[in-house]
């Protein structure tokens, strides 16, 4: 039996991308031959996948079809005349973002979110099963038309957060902590629905209220580089100084050296469909506040500080809290690692794999 | 207060805060409402001009940075050949995004003082029109008035000292 993987985009460092090589170490454990077929290969990737246009599978072998739907693709209009060729097509949603996000910074990146959204409804009726990575998106599934959506977190190697982080980052790092006060973090795209302009919002108000020598670090490339621009200005028009950096191209043990020196993960985000970032604070001890959006709430369970309002002051007061050291703090950080554990590899690969079964015996 | 044993957290009380930092928080407020998502109306035209502000602004700093370090040493090479180049194009394309924005400023204003001028003459018409329709309302009161309540004739006034202001500035 064979279970093949589709996807638009195989890259280092991605989510998705990561969560494709994981389900592919899954199926070969458990006996399926399975191979990654993408539209796009980044290079350091170029072994672990093919071009999709190469796959010539006859319809005569047996094997199952899983695709990877987060974007717009040409992948999707090919996948639905293999389904309706009669091969067995299944997916795994890993969810759209609104184009309203879009719309005013990056006008192009709507029109495909819209491409995207229309090849979700139109490949509907082709997929009788799908795997979701959190409930909310499986529910968005359904309001779509899918007949079923099985949750299934992400695959993420937690055990990766635990290699040493760069040293001559964390050095630097640590000798600049020596002379600043609290540091916030927040790891993610630099993308409208992040509302990154909320987390400098909020941290402007911490530094005026409560900590005058804070320091913020947003981590992440540009999908939305006018979005990135504005937030450049705001942080000049909020006098905030070198107090925010905003940093992409990171490496993974620089990333490590930088979570090793903060203080609280700030989430302000209004749309996510798992936020692995999240995940990441709290496998490392580092406390979240979050705003209760979308899935954020379902992968944060009760480990951290979920608000509803998403003020400046609102949020600069919660981190006032989460911060300070003492049982509500180690109760904080232990809860969180408590929660990580849930999504550990081991878990949600065998998630994953009686999804597969159940789907593959029905 | 915040709840710091993990779950939703409450309604927050506001520390006591300088009217200075009241100032910067509402400042904040405004900066970040700004940048928020918003559905935005076909007939928004503040919006639209604030649209249009939003993405004229073309930035010659292309980024170099790559995992790749003799990719990155491309970039700036390529980056430093150009960069007189598109400065120059950015600039005139800055400059026709500012014209472009402040033209629509001047626009949403003109049609701001349009929309209030016109709903003032709106108000003023419906004034008028009630005004007509209670004269067009006077000559069935007097039909329905009885002949005897009519008012007697004026007649000119016997005292010649009670002479009228005209009469009396001739």
Redesign the interface.
């Known amino acids: 039996m064979r279970i093949d993987q589709y996807l638009p985009t195989l890259a280092p460092h991605d989510a998705i991308g990561n969560h494709t090589l994981q389900t592919r170490r899954v199926l070969r454990e458990a006996g399926y031959k399975s191979d990654i077929w993408a539209e796009h290969v980044h290079p350091p990737l170029g072994r672990e996948a093919k071009p999709y246009l190469d796959d010539h599978h006859g319809p005569g072998e047996e094997r199952v079809l899983l695709y990877h739907s987060s974007t717009n693709s040409s992948m999707a209009r090919w996948l639905q005349q293999r389904a309706q060729g009669g091969e067995a097509l299944i997916s795994h949603y890993h969810n759209i973002t609104p184009a309203l996000y879009f719309a005013r910074w990056e006008p192009a990146i709507a029109s495909a979110i819209e491409d995207a959204r229309r090849e979700l409804s139109m490949l509907a009726p082709h997929i009788p099963f799908s795997f979701a990575d959190s409930g909310y998106n499986a529910a968005e599934l359904v309001e779509c038309g899918y007949h079923e959506a099985v949750v299934c977190p992400l695959l993420v190697d937690l055990e990766e957060y635990h290699r040493p982080p760069d040293q001559a980052t964390l050095d630097r790092l640590r000798r600049r902590r020596e002379h600043s006060g609290t540091q916030w973090l927040f790891v993610g795209r630099v993308a409208p629905n992040k509302c990154q302009h909320d987390v400098i919002g909020a941290f402007a108000v911490y530094r005026r209220v409560f900590d005058p020598e804070a320091r913020l670090t947003l981590v992440g490339g540009a999908t939305s580089p006018h979005y990135l621009r504005a937030l450049e200005r705001m942080v000049v028009e909020l006098e905030l100084g070198d107090s925010v950096e905003i940093l992409s191209g990171l490496g993974g043990a620089e990333l490590l050296a930088h979570w090793a020196v903060t203080d609280v993960f700030v989430c302000l985000s209004e749309h996510e469909g798992f936020c692995v970032p999240v995940l990441e604070a709290m496998e490392l001890g580092v406390p979240v506040v979050a705003y209760a959006a979308t899935a954020v709430p379902e992968t944060l369970g009760d480990a951290g500080v979920l608000l509803d309002d998403k003020g400046p002051l609102a949020v600069a007061e919660a981190v006032d809290n989460a911060v300070r050291p003492g049982p509500a703090w180690d109760r904080l950080v232990s809860a969180g690692r408590d929660r990580a554990a849930i999504f550990s590899l081991a878990n949600t690969s065998k998630q994953l794999l009686a999804g597969i079964e159940g789907y593959l015996a029905s | ?9 409450p ?2 009380n ?2 006591d ?1 300088s009217p200075e ?1 009241f100032l ?2 509402e ?3 405004q ?2 409402k700004r ?3 918003r ?2 109306a076909p007939d928004d035209l503040s919006g639209a001009v ?2 249009v502000r ?2 004229a ?1 073309f ?1 010659v700093e292309v ?1 170099v ?3 790749r370090r003799e990719l990155e040493l491309v970039k700036t090479g390529v980056k430093r050949l150009s960069v007189w180049y598109m400065r120059y194009l950015a600039e005139q394309l800055n400059a026709f995004g500012k014209s472009v924005s402040d033209l629509g400023d001047s626009l949403a204003k003109r049609t701001d003082e349009l929309a209030s001028v016109s709903d003032g003459l709106a108000v003023r018409l419906g004034a008028v029109e009630e005004r007509l329709k209670r004269l067009e309302h006077v000559p069935a009161v007097l039909k329905a008035v009885p002949a005897r309540t009519k008012p007697a004739p004026v007649r000119a006034a016997r005292n010649p000292s009670k002479t009228s202001p005209r009469k009396a500035e001739q």
């Open positions: 207060m915040p709840n710091s044993n993990g779950g939703r957290a309604a927050v506001a520390p805060l930092a910067y928080i400042k904040v407020r900066t970040t940048l928020s998502a559905e935005r604030q649209a939003d993405v602004t930035d980024p940075a790559s995992r």
